[in-house]
């Protein structure tokens, strides 16, 4: 499965399956039969060829002929009454599905729990493709997507019916489980898994977190809209969709009738951050320290100690940042049930000192290696936070003139924040080993390597993202030292190279 930064905001919500992009929903107001409802669509020009016009319509992105409608009326035809209406409730779906899935939101008293998944079986070879969209290590268990005009269809009569305000809110209640399953699994040690289910998933769950498609009032829905946005927090701020997080977030609570929580305000604080912002950051992190006052959530202090860590770290505070993470932990629970862990605090401080006090540096490593050591057995491991702290190996390997394995831990870093999806991670880890590469003489490879993080910088962030001062230092001390070993049109060039080859390439190369 790809990252999340790989793809642009408009189909990166359509993963492996190819299916329909999250909030797009047509108007179902036309009439029943071979006719073709009034969806808004287009009409496609005369052939090439010289053939007869073909009317196609836009049906959640994707155009859909008139020919592909009427077949898909004719297959609803020939279904009995019981495949009818589960083909009718199926449409809530945005994307891939499973039969547990079915199972939670489509039954009812008409369709009992008893009999769905026969009712299922029946109706999969009319109306329904199987997909393989499973992750390592995940269950084998059948998966489907229903065709966008068989869709069309069945969200029709489903409205028709009445049924479609309850079987969106089941939907919808179902993605809020989903979404904190996702979460779970983040603070278990699966977060690869947590990852490509919550990816696997986002076509749903971006509609479960757009309070304007809900049938009732928007405010109602808001809460579960935040509610989804902050549970799939690690998505947005660890696996490179910062702005989508940002933008989905900022929307929810837009329309959300009471005072948010602490949680959403500290996620909206941290994305802030992320995107470069630290000073958008600041009076959301007072608002969410009242919330957790006002609320007694314990929890959400030991976070906002993390973020305000994190934000000194980010401009270069580095005393400061390191005296946070150190509170964050002490207002920590043995095993966070949610947001960053102890093994990010102890990253945090490494990074902090590492360029300052090298041995306190080593010493919160160490004291994170016997903390996690202790965990591992329970919450698994913390791989996000393992790439940052091998980031801050890399520091003191080189302090130490072990250039060889600064250069190992960088590169280590640097993959293992390209498989999580942390676009600010492995821009940091390539421009460190761009700074190692320069010191064993490497320049043409540190020039690549500088080349492909501007492009891949440029790629995931708008132009106004400044990175963290850590990675600026870095980066200025690998420029002045290019700049006096190759002459301007050579290091142009070598820039331009790294960017064509790619980080991904380089960081398999390095």
Do not use: N
């Amino acid at each position: 499965m790809r990252m999340g930064f790989e793809d642009p905001p408009e189909t990166a919500e359509r993963t492996l399956w190819g299916g329909p992009v999250g909030g797009e929903l047509p108007s179902w107001d036309g009439p029943v039969g071979g006719d073709l409802p009034s969806w808004g669509g287009h009409v496609t020009g005369e052939p090439p060829w010289g053939g007869p016009v073909t009317e196609e319509r836009l049906l959640w992105g994707e155009p859909v002929s008139a020919d592909q409608l009427a077949a898909a009326e004719r297959g609803y035809a020939r279904c009995g009454p019981a495949e009818r209406l589960l083909w009718e409730r199926l449409s809530v779906f945005e994307g891939a599905f499973g039969r547990d899935a079915v199972h939670e939101v489509c039954a009812s008293w008409t369709l009992p729990p008893g009999t769905i998944l026969a009712v299922l079986d029946r109706l999969v070879p009319l109306a329904l493709l199987p997909v393989d969209d499973l992750f390592a290590g995940e269950d084998d268990v059948p998966r489907y997507w229903m065709p966008h005009p068989m869709r069309a269809v069945g969200a029709r009569r489903l409205t028709e019916r009445g049924d479609r305000p309850d079987l969106v809110l089941r939907h919808r209640r179902w993605c809020v489980k989903l979404a904190r399953r996702a979460a779970d699994w983040w603070q278990s040690g699966r977060q690869l898994d947590a990852r490509d289910l919550a990816l696997r998933e986002l076509p749903d769950l971006a509609a479960a977190m757009d309070p304007t498609t809900a049938p009732h009032a928007r405010d109602d829905e808001a809460g579960a809209a935040v509610e989804i946005a902050v549970s799939l927090w690690f998505l947005w701020v660890v696996c490179g969709r910062v702005a989508e997080g940002r933008t989905r977030l900022r929307h929810a609570l837009a329309l959300l009738g009471a005072d948010p929580s602490a949680r959403a305000l500290w996620l909206a604080a941290f994305l802030e951050l992320e995107s470069g912002r630290p000073e958008e950051a600041d009076p959301l992190l007072v608002q969410a320290w009242a919330a957790a006052v006002r609320d007694g959530d314990d929890g959400a202090l030991g976070l906002l100690a993390h973020l305000r860590g994190s934000t000194a770290l980010y401009q270069g505070r580095t005393r400061a940042a390191a005296d946070e993470f150190r509170e964050a932990l002490a207002l920590m629970g043995e095993y966070p049930e949610f947001g960053p862990t102890r093994h990010a605090c102890w990253a945090g401080i490494a990074l902090a000192l590492c360029r300052t006090d090298p041995e306190a540096a080593q010493e919160a490593l160490d004291q994170a290696d016997l903390d996690r050591e202790s965990r591992w057995s329970w919450r698994g491991r913390d791989r996000y936070a393992e790439a940052w702290s091998y980031i801050a190996r890399a520091e003191l390997a080189a302090w130490d003139g072990d250039l060889g394995r600064a250069a190992e831990h960088a590169r280590w870093a640097l993959r293992e924040h390209l498989r999580m999806g942390s676009a600010a991670g492995a821009a940091g880890a390539a421009e460190l080993l761009a700074q190692i590469r320069v010191s064993t003489g490497r320049r043409d490879a540190a020039a690549h390597l500088l080349g492909a993080v501007d492009l891949f910088r440029s790629s995931v962030f708008d132009t106004s993202y400044r990175p963290a001062e850590f990675c600026v230092v870095t980066r200025a001390r690998s420029e002045r030292a290019l700049r006096l070993l190759l002459g301007g049109r050579e290091l142009r060039y070598a820039y331009e190279e790294g960017a064509r080859r790619g980080l991904f390439t380089l960081a398999g190369e390095a």
